[in-house]
């Protein structure tokens, strides 16, 4: 469908003047002035040389010849110019002197316009014009007209030759890249390129249109860019405010932190002194209780001694002078100096802390490289079950990342993001309310991770106890693998050379590849796989994976060839993604499965101890092979160095395993030679044994939640 071109509104008045342009020039910025204008603003710079600064942009041009004379005649300007100062006479209603009758200085006012002559004549000269028998068929149009009136396109005037003033501009030089007239044709151009002028006009549109059209991706671009740019001041501004926030709290941890230490210095202090003055308070008690005793005694001996009768002085005497002798042994025996003289002291040396303080914290810019987080398992099935948690594993731990969710559809949601760190990794988790489609961003500082926003298909939770047949497609012919589309297609391998492809209601739509040997066709079409609206078909008999446009089914390569080293194949069948980037390929006679890029780069090998017809992987990135020489299932880490466990049906082992998928919740289907198709538990018990089928193989899961199998010797795919 081709784009339609959009209107461009240009202003035909000049940027210095504000008026509509008079022999308007262009500069190589592009920008336009009215002749008179360039030369005044030549003359306002003062310049001495032959440049001219663009009133508009500022940028530097120089003059050819060093006049401004010299640059492009900007023709399409004069010409709209003109025709919208005409317009906008008529349109004004207001009085316009004829332009016959004001060369004689007359007052008369136009009545009709000319569009012939592009001239307004007044009453008199109108009524000549009509009598002449050149003009009488001239189109006028009539100023008195109380409506308004519809403008023919104004005819384009000749140009004339800046230096041949009589010569008209009739042919252009493509050397030069300019209109000349005859007579500068025959000086200076004569052995140039040049050709009639009219005859280069189809050229020169066709010219300016492709060059439109190779800007067409410019702008989206460079917006786009603008965007990310006012997102990121956005985001700079946001962390500003964050990092003032952290700054702010981390100081009132310490002002907290300061001041319960202050207060607990206090209280020791207290502490110290309390127990110093009780030591001093208990012996100045001592002291006092002995100059009371002392000077009682001394005033009592004082007294009787001055007494006349020795019968008063011999009663009390021995009393007295025992008192006085034990408080002068106690005087002897008590030191006269405060015992406890110790001064209470402090540590509060601030030189060291406040070089710390001055020290602490720091705040810098930091490179992220964002590529180096990515969510390294959990999104191998882009699944998730209504109003049950999904978690989801990103390959390094990180302090800042931030998490959310919103509806493809643009409605909002109220929810959130957790994420935790957990040793090596950080685990992201939600709890999506609603059925349908999301996206689910996980940014660190503001800038989104590998491969973030997510797209996330949330479906309602399925008994698989109870499930039912819901439709069949029948392909015609045996058939191997089936995928299915995000819009619903259903894809299905026949063995008669093509892919087939049904509608969501069972109608087949179309076909990708035939039978053949070359690019695009096919020997044995086997396995399926869609990641996004790309196609991948392993083929059986000729030993390669090709990708094709799942909506076109365009061809677009191919990776694979038949051997049994790093890159080669061997009858491969099932294939997965591990939602990293990686395709998995069941390399079935070589005992192993392969993993590929996208773009068909070898980048391992896991060996298998038998025939390996699929694989699946599981919301915790491990990788499931079915292994059909030896009836289980054989489990791999994600990283696909360590075999983990091997596994069958407890219920009923497996009889030659062919397809598998794993849901988001981690039911396992498998799909078995013996006609069955096995539904097992995240625990691994059987939960559901669907029978009917014959020699079922590939298994696919719809973002819905539905189960399709390829019904081989039926030729059909069963959805339940």
Same mark, same amino acid.
């Given at each position: ?145 109380? +409506? ?185 025996? &008590? ?39 990515? =969510? ?29 969710? =919103? ?159 790093? +890159? ?15 395709? &998995? ?12 890029? +996208? ?122």
């Amino acid at each position: 469908m081709g784009n339609k071109s959009p209107t461009v509104t240009v202003s035909m008045t000049c940027e210095v003047c504000s008026e509509y342009y008079t022999d308007p020039l262009m500069l190589p910025c592009l920008h336009s002035f009215c002749k008179k204008c360039l030369i005044k603003a030549k003359g306002k710079q003062g310049s001495p040389d032959t440049s001219l600064k663009c009133p508009t942009c500022d940028t530097s041009v120089n003059l050819p010849d060093g006049k401004i004379e010299g640059l492009t005649q900007n023709l399409w300007f004069g010409h709209k110019s003109r025709e919208a100062s005409i317009k906008k006479k008529i349109d004004s209603k207001e009085a316009i002197p004829c332009d016959k009758c004001s060369v004689d200085d007359s007052s008369d006012a136009a009545v009709v316009y000319c569009c012939d002559c592009g001239l307004f004549l007044c009453e008199h000269c109108k009524k000549s014009h009509k009598r002449s028998k050149k003009e009488a068929d001239h189109k006028l149009i009539c100023l008195e007209a109380k +409506e308004s009136v519809e403008l023919p396109a104004i005819k384009h005037e000749a140009v004339y030759c800046a230096r041949h003033l009589d010569q008209k501009l009739t042919y252009y030089c493509n050397d030069c890249n300019k209109l000349v007239c005859p007579i500068c044709l025959n000086v200076k151009h004569k052995s140039h390129n040049y050709n009639y002028y009219l005859d280069e006009g189809d050229t020169a549109r066709k010219a300016l249109k492709e060059s439109v059209a190779s800007c067409d991706g410019v702008i989206p671009k460079v917006t786009k860019a603008i965007a990310n740019g006012e997102k990121m001041l956005e985001q700079i501004a946001t962390r500003k405010e964050e990092v003032r926030q952290e700054i702010k709290e981390t100081f009132e941890e310490l002002k907290a932190a300061l001041d319960k230490r202050c207060n607990d210095l206090l209280m020791g202090t207290e502490e110290i002194a309390r127990a110093k003055r009780k030591s001093v308070k208990k012996q100045l008690d001592g002291f006092r209780k002995l100059v009371k005793q002392v000077s009682h005694g001394r005033d009592l001996a004082s007294s009787v001694s001055e007494r006349t009768d020795p019968g008063e002085v011999l009663s009390v005497k021995k009393l007295i002078t025992n008192q006085l002798e034990e408080c002068i042994e106690e005087y002897k025996k &008590l030191p006269l100096e405060i015992e406890d003289k110790g001064a209470i002291l402090t540590r509060l040396d601030t030189s060291t802390l406040s070089k710390e303080i001055n020290e602490f914290g720091s705040v810098s810019e930091v490179d992220i490289d964002v590529d180096a987080y990515s =969510i390294d398992s959990g999104l191998a099935i882009p699944l998730a079950t209504v109003k049950k948690e999904r978690k989801f594993k990103v390959s390094l731990p990180a302090s800042y990342l931030k998490g959310s969710f =919103i509806k493809s559809d643009g409605s909002k949601e109220e929810g959130r993001v957790v994420i935790v760190n957990d040793k090596n990794t950080a685990i992201v988790s939600c709890t999506l309310q609603s059925i349908g489609g999301y996206e689910l961003s996980v940014t660190i500082r503001g800038h989104h991770i590998k491969g973030s926003p997510y797209q996330l298909s949330v479906k309602a939770s399925r008994d698989y106890t109870t499930l039912t047949n819901q439709r069949s497609f029948s392909v015609g012919y045996y058939n191997h693998g089936v995928a299915v589309h995000t819009n619903g297609e259903v894809f299905a391998s026949s063995n008669d050379g093509f892919v087939q492809v049904f509608g969501d209601d069972g109608t087949a739509v179309r076909r990708i590849g035939s039978k053949g040997n070359g690019n695009g066709q096919f020997g044995k079409p086997w396995g399926l796989l869609l990641v996004g609206d790309r196609l991948y078909v392993s083929d059986d008999t000729l030993h390669r994976v090709q990708c094709f446009s799942a909506t076109t089914g365009q061809y677009i390569g191919q990776f694979g060839s038949k051997g049994n080293g790093n +890159e080669q194949l061997s009858n491969p069948r099932g294939m997965s993604t591990d939602g990293k980037g990686n395709i &998995l390929v069941a390399d079935h006679n070589n005992s192993r499965v392969q993993v590929f890029k +996208e773009d068909g780069t070898f980048v391992q090998v896991m060996q298998c101890d038998g025939d390996a017809t699929d694989v699946a992987v599981d919301n915790e990135g491990k990788m499931h092979i079915t292994n059909w020489s030896q009836d289980h299932v054989q489990v791999f880490s994600p990283d696909g160095k360590t075999h983990l466990d091997t596994y069958n049906n407890p219920a009923g082992n497996f009889s030659s395993p062919d397809g598998i998928a794993i849901d988001d919740e981690g039911y396992i289907f498998v799909s078995c030679n013996n006609s069955y198709l096995h539904v097992l538990s995240p625990d691994r018990k059987q939960v559901k044994l669907i029978s009917g089928l014959s020699c079922p193989w590939g298994v696919a899961l719809d973002k819905d939640g539905y189960i399709y199998v390829a019904d081989y010797y039926n030729k059909r795919i069963m959805k339940y």
